[in-house]
């Protein structure tokens, strides 16, 4: 896991270097054998899940705060949120902190996934928009879908896995 975030960090600073190329990175994951990708530069940290402290009376698929160096970061359990059968966290489950805006304020938050894969990039050309129907996923949790080799990466918009209320309950909870 450590050469992910190395390969991440490397990817982070060379992506405003080739900002001419109109390639986009995303990190992809697993989550109930299928494949997920959110913007590099949206990612914070990858890190080895470890137990979190719970808040009472939050929905299920927020599985309580993590103390990050400081700073409480709410985290998603994805399958949860996805409506996805729960499985028992492995070794290889990680969180993956993201950031975002809200209120004009940016927001960290983590998201529990089954296994981080690779870094991967898109051209634009290679991003097919989101479907109407037919995922197990809500398609507004989507922003597109890319294809890599024989399978389809589904790429998420990390703004829209929080509605706006659900982002000001947390943040009421964490703060």
Known sequence: MTQVIKQEQSLRETAGKAGDSQVNQYLTFSLADEYYGVDILRVQEIKGWTPVTQIPNAPAYLK???NLRGVIVPIV?????????????????????????????ERT?????????????FAPEDIRP?????TVVDADFISGLATLDKSMVMLLDIDRLLR???LSAISRATE
Do not use: C, W
Request: aromatic share 8%.
């Open 64 to 66: 309580g705060v993590l």
């Open 77 to 105: 359990d994805l399958r949860m949120r996805f409506n996805l059968e729960s499985v028992e966290y492995t070794p290889t489950t990680v969180v993956i902190v993201l950031s975002l805006m809200h209120e004009d304020r």
């Open 109 to 121: 938050f983590g998201i529990v996934v089954d296994a981080v894969s690779d870094v991967l990039n």
């Open 130 to 134: 989101k479907p109407d129907f037919g």
């Open 164 to 166: 706006p209320e659900e």
